[in-house]
């Protein structure tokens, strides 16, 4: 029935019965019952999650199948937190049978990918990693595609697996190592070698020539098994996918090498293809290739059959073609490629309209070697596309020719053609009112120029104009009348016209303007209209609108769509991964090694990110604390101790040997002055009180930056997710994240992964907080970014390492009587800014961690709360006790 469409609002609890059956054919008609009318926000999920639990720690393999499926396709965020940790025990256990193993691969991904803040790969990455060895092809491919999904995100901790693919190739394509199961029409196991392939990209080229010598063996076998002739789609589908990604490959290890060069000639073969999917193929292939090369020539010989590409058939080639072509495009073919996607942009599909529009205003801005050029090309554009020129481009446009002094007379001259063309086209109107009414001036005195023409052109677009259009247009006219005082009557009379009309922006915009434009005076009117100053110089928002279209797929791009230049940032990324993994394994082999003497130094007064504190010395192992808090993302792990701050242990002999700690991402480098001379941020208590009895929100924002925070506290630790945002047009660089020093407190901030920020993305930093004493002062947080810095309050109060307590009414008074009055009491009467409802302070005072106590009051309105905070080894384990007792009449508390 739930199939056909009908909603079940019955039989679930039935299904849910059905999971504990010990018998096989009831317990599989109950895992497909709860597959299908569960969904992950169903509140009968708990119920199932102990009944999944104990069939996951089950020995018999059909029952870890059936659970593995339901956690799979439910997916909900309890059953995350709840069992990814059985799921990876069931993938690491050597007593685990290989689909067992399978599914829980594949179960682990759908959770990542869903829930990454919740599984703690990280601690994870070795165990994972290993099992790529997997002497079963199913399991290693398994394995394999979860690694491909983890690396993408933590590179550096997976960067084990690179060697493990590079083996698992060699197995593959020269051990002929490989089950006659896994033979896909003639091509071994295709799909791991595709994967392997891929994940070798998201790595910088390995330093080690054996290891570079094997990849380029291994690369060079595939391109000559390429050229065998297949026997059929299928055979030629497995031979192209695994072609294709060897290219890609070898295009990321040296775009200059031999193999690319013999690639780029099979490409050129690839997209004069019959079949579509080789086409399609092909054109990203050299795509990718005129990313990352020092030459284009090997592709400039293929221009013809490329710009025919944005005739095909298929939709999808096109954008391909036209990627490729963007990609391509430099000085030597810039004016061909541009008039040619001119000429196909008045036929094009509406779905790549938009696109091309701003790849063809980058490319003439890009290439421009005439101002004239470029006015000519950027006026065609907004000619042809009309609706499709996002304000992006015509923004650009005026940016360009307000900067450029000789580019204003014959922008106006041109823009002034277009306006007197019977089309109507809005973004033309909007560009040729600005330029008109900056720089109209400038040829008043040519034929067909003249300042009551200039007006009528743009006026006789004005009634067709939205009311937004309208606005700008009687801007450009009060210009007019300080530039043309001899139209000055005309214009007037369209003021008059329309300081009634119903709109108020017009209605303001035409009072406004009558009025300084009928002052005794002209002083006031050339105040207002001086000509605007030279825009400051900053990165194209073209740039940053067609990047936020090139949205990144579930496997994310190495490089990005366009030439050498806009690959600087990922060549630049993979160099940093390359420089962390290094130093990962410099300090791995650092630490293995025990010096031979031992050595003790203090600990710094300051947490920042290139230097945090050890780890606590409280008998709470930091293994201990993440199983404990089961945060996932807000794992610590990657926090290391400095090497003046690791605590010597003794060693046999005398000698003594360091304390193993984890691995970091970064070098460590000098801890950051504190700035502790920086007020705190004008308007930063709204975040900091409303996150005291919340988990998670925005602690601060403001025009540049968005401070949210994610946070967890059990018994005397908390972990604290620190989201940064960037609001600015422009890279946040330099990002910088410290907390000042705190008698009551022990901080750990992780070592960050990326200290820039794209514009309007984000990036996290974790840090664990142990609570050593009482205190009554929020600890302060500096973030510094862009040579600025922000100075707020961390939302840590004591109430965050409080536990609610239940107990009984004669319980609560007689330890309320054992108080005794102050200190250890206090009263206050508050009144309250709000009327006063009973709901909303119940959930206030939860929030507060106080357990209420009900029916212990005789009055009914009246709040009782009990609660034990723990105040760490100083400060000991405080009971607290609570009565609020709201005045409902007086709205006082």
């Keep these: 029935m739930y199939i056909l469409g009908w909603d079940i609002d019955f039989g679930h609890l039935e299904a849910v019965n059905l999971i504990s059956s010990p018998v096989y054919s009831e317990k599989q008609i109950g895992y497909l019952a709860v597959t299908l009318l569960f969904h992950e926000n169903s509140d009968l999920v708990r119920l199932v999650v102990n009944s999944t639990k104990k069939d996951l720690d089950d020995m018999n393999e059909i029952n870890n199948c059936l659970a593995l499926h339901a956690i799979a396709n439910i997916g909900g965020r309890e059953m995350a937190e709840s069992l990814s940790h059985d799921v990876h025990r069931l993938l690491i256990s050597p007593t685990s049978q290989s689909f067992v193993k399978k599914k829980a691969a594949l179960t682990l991904l759908r959770l990542f990918r869903k829930y990454p803040d919740v599984i703690p790969v990280t601690d994870w990455a070795e165990r994972i990693v290993n099992l790529m060895d997997e002497y079963d092809l ?112 070898a295009i990321h290890l040296d775009s200059n090498s031999t193999i690319c060069a013999q690639a780029a000639g099979l490409l050129g073969r690839f997209i004069s293809s019959k079949e579509t999917n080789v086409r399609y193929l092909g054109l990203e292939a050299m795509a990718h290739l005129a990313a990352c090369s020092d030459s284009l020539d090997a592709i400039k010989r293929h ?187 005309q214009v007037l009379n369209v003021f008059n016209q329309y300081q009634y009309v119903l709109d108020p922006e017009l209605q303001q915009r035409a009072c406004e303007y009558l009025a300084i434009s009928t002052l005794p005076t002209d002083d006031m009117l050339q105040t207002v209209c001086e000509e605007m100053p030279p825009f400051p110089e900053r990165e194209s928002t073209l740039l940053l609108k067609l990047n936020q279209q090139h949205g990144d797929t579930e496997d994310k791009r190495v490089w990005v769509i366009g030439g050498k230049d806009a690959n600087v940032e990922q060549q630049d990324g993979l160099k940093r991964i390359a420089t962390l993994r290094a130093n990962s ?214 109430t965050k390492f409080q536990e609610p307590l239940s107990m009984d009414g004669p319980s609560f008074f007689k330890r309320w009587n054992q108080i005794g009055g102050p200190p250890r009491e206090r009263q206050a009467i508050f009144a309250s800014q709000v009327p006063i409802k009973i709901d909303d302070i119940h959930a206030l005072l939860s929030s507060f961690n106080f357990g209420l106590l009900a029916a212990v009051d005789p009055n009914p309105s009246n709040f009782v709360g009990v609660g034990i905070i723990n105040a760490g080894s100083k400060g000991g384990k405080i009971g607290a006790l609570l009565r609020l007792e709201p005045n409902l009449d007086q709205k006082v508390d």
């Design 303 to 489: 221009q013809e059959t490329i710009l025919m590409s944005l005739r095909d058939r298929d939709i999808s080639v096109r954008r391909r073609g036209l990627d490729l072509l963007y990609s391509m495009c430099d000085v030597s073919n810039a004016k061909i490629i541009v008039s040619e996607l001119l000429r196909y942009l008045q036929v094009a599909d509406y779905a790549m309209r938009e696109e091309m529009v701003l790849k063809i205003a980058i490319l003439a801005e890009k290439f421009a070697t005439a101002y004239s050029w470029y006015v000519d090309i950027i006026l065609q554009l907004i000619s042809t596309a009309g609706d499709q020129v996002g304000d992006e481009v015509w923004y650009r446009v005026v940016h360009i020719v307000t900067n450029n002094e000789d580019l204003q007379e014959y922008a106006s001259k041109t823009v002034l053609n277009y306006l007197n063309s019977p089309q109507y086209n809005e973004t033309m109107a909007k560009v040729g009112a600005y330029i008109l009414g900056e720089y109209g001036h400038l040829i008043a005195n040519f034929p067909g120029s003249s300042p009551i023409e200039q007006f009528n052109a743009v006026h006789s677009k004005f009634n067709m104009c939205s009311l937004q259009t309208r606005a700008l247009l009687l801007t450009t006219y009060v210009k007019f009348v300080n530039l043309f005082p001899e139209i000055k009557n």
């Design 585 to 798: 394994i410099s300090r791995a082999r650092a630490i293995e090694a025990p010096p031979p003497t031992s050595t003790t130094a203090s600990a710094p007064s300051t947490t920042n990110e290139s230097q945090p504190h050890p780890a606590p010395t409280n008998g709470t192992a930091h293994s201990n604390v993440a199983d404990l808090l089961d945060l996932g993302d807000l794992d610590l792990n990657d926090a290391i101790p400095t090497p003046s701050s690791i605590p010597a242990a003794s060693a046999p002999g005398g000698a003594s040997a360091l304390t193993p700690i984890p691995l970091s991402h970064s070098p460590v480098s000098a801890p950051l002055a504190l700035p502790t001379n920086i007020p705190l941020a004008p308007g930063y208590e709204l975040g900091h009180y409303r996150l005291q009895y919340t988990a998670e929100g925005v602690l601060y924002e403001n025009n540049d930056l968005q401070v949210s925070i994610k946070s967890e506290y059990h018994g005397h630790q908390g972990r604290l997710a620190i989201y940064l945002c960037n609001k600015m047009p422009a890279p946040m660089t330099s990002i910088s994240v410290q907390v000042a020093d705190h008698d009551a407190f022990h901080f750990q901030l992780a070592t960050p992964h990326q200290l820039t920020v794209a514009p309007g993305a984000q990036v996290q930093r974790l840090l664990q907080v142990t609570c050593l004493d009482v205190f009554t002062d929020s600890p302060s947080l500096f973030i510094s970014f862009n040579s600025q810095t922000v100075h707020l309050k961390l939302p840590i109060v004591l």
């Design 138 to 249: 199913g399991v290693a491919l398994s394995v394999t595609t979860l690694v491909l999904a983890l690396a993408q995100t933590y590179p550096v901790e997976f960067g084990g697996c690179y060697v493990k693919a590079v083996f698992r190739l060699k197995r593959i394509l020269i051990d002929r190592d490989f089950s006659m199961d896994y033979i896909y029409y003639k091509v071994p196991i295709p799909w791991l070698q595709v994967k392997c392939l891929r994940l070798l990209q998201y790595y910088p080229p390995p330093d080690d020539p054996n290891l570079r010598s094997d990849i380029s063996e291994l690369l060079q076998i595939i391109i000559t098994n390429s050229q065998d002739a297949p026997k059929n789609v299928q055979h030629s589908n497995a031979q192209n996918a695994v072609l294709f990604e060897a290219i890609n490959l």
